[in-house]
């Protein structure tokens, strides 16, 4: 043992320690071939004396767990899913487990590849923010193996499975309750989405089931109230969203107030307006359908529904982590309120650039 201290243990050194051959060691720890019962106790009490790999190899084989969770989301950068993101991890360290995290940019093909690297880590179970609602095969194959699965914020179709989020849908109808209260009858509605205008109007099926509430909310209450609109989508960068909102903004008959999709188009949008010369909310009003700390210090405050990010990522490692565990709701769909904080970004008509 003292040969050991300066050094970090080996799989060999653990083989001596049970007293079994090297391979014999392999395959008790790594839970495949023919190792009696008895043997891998040993080599499981060897590792355990000797820190092997600290410990966790051991306590994976010995428990059947890795105390580990995948977490596949779309946009690390976006703050909605960066405090979320936290609120897993916190959770997730709170109950001694560890998170793994992989960013996807919303490309399927990056999501089913890391989906299948977890499945080989062997976590213990998975929470998704799904880059598509139509190719889900590989969740599917989740499913069918009984691998705990949690769905973040989006809705993949045909997945079964326990889905954390808000209902985007209400919140958009709310918004734009909001701006018709104050005269609004004109709007644009701006997404990252990579639908073309054409495309949403025609009712295609959108990629992101959030998205798909949202303009199906507009489009609703376009029908209900005579609201005319405008869907701008492709903005999938500051400086396209920059660029969209001045050529918006510069056009005959141009909306009265602008809906953002989420904080990371808000911003180039209110400086898009600004660049132009014209006053929020005299010229243009500006809502976003995500709130985040910049909103409440620019000037005006903008007008924004405040989702509870990190408390929605709290609540999917919980439900996961009690999956895990072999309970859980009995229910799969849990959807927390969001709340609708008025600012100073909404004008009324009157005050509005007809």
Known sequence: ????????????????????????????????????????????????????????????????????????????????FARAVRGIADKAKE?????????????????????????????????????????SAHLLDVVRMERPLVLFDRRPDDVVADRVGTDSYADARKVLGHLAEHGHRRIAFVSATTKTPEELEAGHPLPISTI???????????????????????????????????????SPGRPSALIMSYSRLALPAFQAIKALGLRVPDDVSLVCLDDTDWMTVSAPPVSAVHVPSYELGVRAAEILLARIAGGGPESTDHLLPTEFVERESVGHLSLATP
């Open 95 to 135: 109950s001694g487990f560890d998170v793994i995290l992989a960013n996807t940019d919303e490309n399927v093909e990056a999501e089913r590849a890391a989906v299948q690297v977890f499945l080989d880590k062997r976590v213990d179970g998975l929470i998704v923010a799904s880059a598509t609602r139509s190719d």
């Open 212 to 250: 798909a509430d949202r303009v199906r909310a507009i489009k609703d209450e376009s029908a209900e109230t005579g609201l005319e609109y405008q869907l701008i989508s492709g903005v999938m960068s500051p400086e396209l969203t920059h660029a969209a909102v001045t050529e918006l903004l510069g």
């Open 1 to 80: 043992m003292d040969s050991l201290s300066h050094r970090t243990a080996s799989l060999m050194d653990v083989a001596r320690l049970a007293g079994v051959s090297r391979s014999t060691a392999a395959r008790a720890l790594g839970g495949y071939g023919s190792v009696s019962g008895e043997l891998v106790a040993m080599v499981v009490a060897a590792a355990e004396t000797l820190g092997y790999r600290g410990n966790a190899l051991a306590r994976s084989v010995s428990s059947g767990r890795s105390h580990t969770i995948g977490v596949v989301v779309s946009d690390i950068e976006n703050p909605y």
